[in-house]
């Protein structure tokens, strides 16, 4: 396209007149995976799905009769931004009850249209250019992609693979400082499954009171645990003044469609937070947040059965992993989600993904889709149906043997 100025005619490239941070985003990469998965099957191939972080079963039926309700009684208008006053006490009043001593009020709690804009608008509320905040790599790509576009500076700290990805607490320490401005957790964890201890928590928190640091809490996989409670870093002495909680449904009631989350976080934060969502989004459906309101006040025990699934599942996973040669994976502690090591197979990442997708017909996630921490690994998710585990398990056997082979 040509535009006619004073000057002259000039070639109008739009990319470069773009913010240079947005005109860098890339996509997630599990969307890129299957979208070629997709591809496959509609040429006839059968392929099995472990790259989305989607659970395999369905809405629970009272959440869904309670989202229905609400559309046949008109409750289809807008609503506060913050979210209706019936979700942010249910999400106060469950937060209090499951996270010790931790005391939530509804004026602390915001609703969004799903757990993601919350992490986004919390670092645009808090990042200003050139701030430092550490983020985990391997970790969920958004993180960086929302400190770049804030203009913050990302700063990675690792864990170690040994007894399932420990949280490399003195390489923390290491790198914050009194210019770090905010600290990104995510326990239980997305891609490597793993738990920040207690006492790392405690380390944490420690260096967050000492360096006057923001933490942003992504705690999604809240739920998702296998061994013990979930243990917040908001719970802390100290820390409930400087921490953004966010959580949502998309994962514990499998509402990913739904698009509802929320975050807790100070009084006069989550008020700025209100009015970021004012002027973004505007506020999250009403019929869905009823639907939420649903959820949290329901019976849990269909969550709780779900998670002794998961737990089958991740065994059942792991275990068939592990008796593939040249390949080791850890146990995860929680979420739902297996990082084993394939380094011993001597290809990137992202090229052994894309053989296991091609050959085999099993979609898996390259770990360098999850940051550079993640080269030598892949990331399966094992929310799953059981028969499609073993049969995926059977078909990785088989393709990386040939590779072995060749």
Known sequence: MKI????G?????VTNSMNASVAALQPEGAYKVLARANELENSGREVIHLEIGQPDYPTFPNVTLAGIKALAEGKTDYNPSSGIRELREAVAARLTETRDNLEVTPKEVVVGPGAKPLLFLSTVALIEAGDRVLYPDPGFPTYRSMIEVTGGKPIPYGFAEADGFVLDAKQLAERIGPETK?????????PLGNVVSEKKLRRIAELAEEYN???????IYSEMIYEGEHKSIATYPGMKKRTILVDGFSKTYSMTGWRLGYAAAPAEF?????????HSVGCTATFTQHAGV??????????ERQVATLQEKRDLLVEGLNS???????TPKGAFYAFPNVE???????????????EAGVAVLPGTAFGSGGQGYLRLCYSAPRPELEEAIERLKEALSELKRT
């Open 344 to 358: 011993d197979f001597q290809m990137e990442a992202q090229k052994l993904a894309d053989y296991l997708l091609e």
């Open 4 to 7: 006619k100025t004073k000057t």
């Open 213 to 219: 640091t923001f933490v942003l809490a992504d705690e």
């Open 324 to 330: 593939i040669e040249g390949l080791t994976c850890p």
């Open 270 to 278: 989550a008020e700025k937070m209100g009015y970021l969502l004012t």
């Open 294 to 303: 649903a959820a949290l006040k329901g019976p849990q025990k269909q969550v």
């Open 9 to 13: 005619t000039r070639g109008f490239d």
């Open 182 to 190: 905010l600290l990104i957790l995510n326990t239980p964890g997305n």
